[in-house]
Each structure stands twice: as structure tokens, then as C-alpha cells.
């Protein structure tokens, strides 16, 4: 048996597959073997596999999983650089290699996977030729190192990847000798990587194609046609294709060499169905149901240009002074004047009906938004708003001018349920008032940052910041909307919605000019789907620009249940005042999708 495993040794290095599943008894007895090469014996073998996760397997299936895993757990051996082995799989005491497919028992009892490892072998030679210069190989492919053969195959992949870098797109191993000298325990591994010729980029021929023009899927993907290789900007390129809501999958594939050393990509597309609607629902039991509903078109002008209209109503069956009205409609183009900006244009009326205020608004805007990398985002824009106010300082019609400037980290894991990872978004908003307001800036930040731990990191600690500040102009000269106020969902659970406010005297309450807020919440997973949270919100609202120099603080704290439906948790909170004048005064009720922050 020794002979003949051992006359693979020279054979190419492959991947190992893990499946699933128990028999009535599998047994793995390798001595002397290391709690690692245990682990790589156990998730080669496909027996152990089959017996854990299939229980509806029958004799057969073991005698065939038996047979199969001979290679299967020579493979294991060779992933921990033992190449000197020997392996005897019995089945209640036969040789499972001495069982015809066709004269498989009617059943099975024990399976043992005997395994006698043998030395573990190092590397002797450990060669790669050519690199490029300045390639770094793994660290353990070297001399008098463990021969693992996931190494070898690493290194390999290292190569070539650093020949593709420089622009080499077809470097491939052209040659490769293994030798296994047993007598030194030693594995001599040599390999030839073939570069080819250093290539450019071609066209980028686009498949697939129905309702979205080519030419538009070319000028968003920008790829360099005529500049040096590059895997980096092929990832771009796919990474602004998939970005795109009209797309509903793009694949690229790199052709075969052509004239002028050149190398045609091909662009394989699928489009997504160019009309969406969508509902949406939330409840507090301050604030009362909110609904909203959108109609999306994604290739408006058959350039993937996204149209979309929203509306929205708040309020319902709340306790806060009235109904909420929004409707808004906006316009996205991608890859616009260079392929990693878009250009956006957003038309919004707005009717809010608040505490402390009534407003109704009309806002137009439009910008460019730049994706510096993957997870950076800014924007700039130029708007202007137009709207008239009712509050305890009176009647007033406003007309201001915008800036706005906004930039966006995002660092997590999953926007909707993020476990580990930080977020941090900036909004500088400086505006002229040329009617009924003062000129000024307003200021927002917000940073939150995931933790997760415990087995299988079913404990996550999330914790979020805010800050506000208008500046430059005083808050009784600017609509109610610039202003800050603190409580209810997204700031102060379990306090009153918009509670915390300025008290000018006199009856005059207004929003605040700075805000601070922090929330933290542990989030327990109970089971796959269903996870418990604690959490403790904070907020602070002042009378000056900057914070903590004049005001008040209010907090509140509860627990929440969440309920995961595969894209995104399903919220129940319920939460109590716990300082501030209304401390322990009620309880509130919040209901939404997606985790809180």
C-alpha cells in the first residue's frame, strides 16, 4: 500500500474539496499525528464528512466515501508535508480499496481511517524562476521549512501575480519538478513561470447588451484601452460596472493576444429590469407609523441613468404635533466626465409638521459625487431651498443658497448589520441667506464602530457619536430645519421625540445651535436568526456653536429584540427615559428594518 500511494508524490499539487455529513461509527487513528494534521485529516476525509452531515446515507455511500478518500487524506497529508505516509481505511475490518462498487455490504458498522503520517518532510530546494524584481515569496518557502504543499501553491500564485502586476497578463507556470528524497525527509520543489510578453490593454468588447447603449457601459468601466496591464484597474473597472443598479451581473474575460501585443477584454453583462417600485413601513409608538413608497426607473435614457421618485408620510397616529409630508424626485448619472463620478440632480418638497416647528420646503440640488476609492466616498453640490416657517419667534418666508459637502467613509461589514468594522460620515453645509436668513454653515458628523467577540463573535458592541454645530449666524435667524434637537429614534430612544430644545424664556423654545450624541448597544445572537440588544442613548443639545459651553443633557437606555430575515434584521426596541426631566416617565416602542445604527 506504502508503494503505491507513494508513487503520487510527484504529481501536481490540486485543491482539496470538503463535503458534507456520519456512519454509524467513523473512527480516525493516526498516532503520533499533530493536532493540526488531525484538523487537515478531518476536512479532507470525505467518510467523517458524509457521517456528520448526511443522514440519510446508506452503505453504498460510505463504501464509495471510503474509496474516494484514500487520495482524499493523501492530499491532507501532503497540505501538512508528510509525504511518506501510508493510509488503510477498514470497514468493520475490511480493506475498503478491496470492495467492488458493486458488492458494497447492506451494512456498515465501523469505518477506521488508519493513517501513519510518517516524518514531516521540509523544503530542500524551494525555486521559482523568474520574478520580477523585488517579489517577496511567502515566508515558508524556504529551506528547512515545513513542505506544505498549499505553500508551493501559494508561491506559485504569488509569481505570477507579480508578473501579471507588471503588465505580463499570460504568465503561467510553464515547468515544474517535485522530488520527495525520503531518506533526508526533504521535498526538493522547482518552478518555471513563463511571463510572456508585457501587454496592453485592448478594447473592452461588450456582451449582452439589450436596452443600455455599449458605448455607456465602456465610458463607466473607463478601462485604460492602450495603457500598460493592470489587475488593479480591471478590478476598478468591474467594481464601477457593478456599482451600476441597471446591471444586474458583469463578469470580465481577458482574449487572446492580439495585434500590437494587445489584449481585448470582454465585458459580459446582464441587465436588471429597468422599473422597480418598492414599500416601505416603521412605528414608534411617539412618532406613529411612517410609510413610504418609491418608483425607480435604472436606465432612464439608456445610458444606466437612474430616475427615482419617493414619497413619504410620518406621524400617523403619533404623538407629535402632526403629519409629516415628503416627495422628492432624483436624478443619477454615472461616469460622468471621468468614470469615477457621477453627477446627481434632486428636486424635494417637504412639508414637516414638528414640536417646535411648522415648515413646509422646496429644495433643489444638483453635484457631482466621487468615489476616491471602494469605501471613500464625496460629494459636492450647489442648491438652493426656498420654504416658509411658523415658530414660537413667528411667521417667516426664507430663500438660501447652498454648498453642501459631504464625505463618506464606510468600513463595515454589512451596512444593514455590521459586526466588526467603522463607519464616518461629514457634512459642511455653508448657505446665504438671500431672503428671511442669516448667512452661516452647519456642521454634522457621525462615526460609529463594531466590535464583535465571544464564540463565533455572537457578542457585538456597536457604538456611535454625533456631533453638530451651526455656525456663523445665531439660531433665531435661520430656518427651524438648521437647527439641532435631541430624542427618538436616531438619537435619544426612549425620550420624546425632539424633546430636548432651547428654552429662550418667555415660552420661546427653538432648536439648539451644537449637538452632541452617543449611543452603545451590546447585540447578543440568541440563535442564527434571533438576537437580543441592550442599549444606553445620550444626547446634549446647546445654546452656543460649540458644544458643552451651554446646555442640557437627557438620556434613555432599553432593550431590543432582532429578528434576521437574510437581508437585513427586522428592529422591535422598546426603551425608557432614564435622565433628563422626563426620566422614567413612559415607555416607547420602535419598530423598523435594519439595526439602529
Known sequence: MRAAWQAIIATTFLGLAGTSAQAQEVRLNAPGASADLRSALRGASLTISLSRDDEGAVAQDFVAAARADYQRLLTGLYSEGYYGGTISILIDGREA????????????????????PGPRFTFGRAEITPLPTGTVLPEGFATG??????????????????WRDEGHAKAAPAAQQITARHGDAALDARVQIDPGPQLRFGPLIVRGAENIRPERIIEIAGLPSGGIFSPQELDRSLARLRRVEALRSVAFSEGEIASGNTLPITAQISEQTPRRVGFGAEYSSVNGATLSAFWMHRNLLGGAER????????GLAGETAGLDYTLGASFLRPGTLRPDVDFYADLDLMQLDEPDYF???????????????????????????SGEVSDDLGDRRYTLL????EGTLDMRDDPLDATIGFYANAEITPFVGLTGSANGGRIYGDGRI?????????????????IGSLIGADATDVPSDLLFYSGGGGTVRGQP?????????????????????????ARVDVTDTIGIVGFYDVGYIGTDAVPLQNGDWHAGAGIGLRYDTGIGPIRLDVATPVGGDTSGSAVQIYLGIGQSF
Do not use: C, K, M, W
Open 497 to 521: 421625540y425632539q424633546s430636548l430644545n432651547v428654552d429662550l424664556g418667555g415660552g420661546v423654545e427653538i432648536g439648539g445651535s451644537s449637538f452632541l450624541g452617543a449611543q452603545i448597544e
Open 359 to 385: 415648515l413646509r420646503q422646496v429644495t433643489a440640488e444638483t453635484g457631482l459625487i466621487r468615489r476616491v476609492r471602494e469605501e471613500f466616498i464625496l460629494e459636492v453640490g450647489l442648491g438652493i431651498r
Open 97 to 116: 480499496a478491496g470492495i467492488a462498487p458493486l458488492d458494497s455490504p447492506a451494512s456498515v458498522g465501523v469505518i477506521t481511517l488508519n493513517v501513519d
Open 450 to 466: 463594531y466590535r464583535s467577540f465571544g464564540t463565533d463573535d455572537r457578542v457585538t458592541l456597536a457604538f456611535r457619536g454625533q
Open 402 to 405: 447652498t454648498l453642501p459637502i
Open 307 to 314: 430616475f427615482r421618485v419617493a414619497g413619504e408620510v410620518s
Open 145 to 162: 521549512r515545513p513542505a506544505r504543499s498549499d505553500t508551493i501553491r501559494e508561491s506559485v500564485i504569488v509569481g505570477v501575480d507579480a
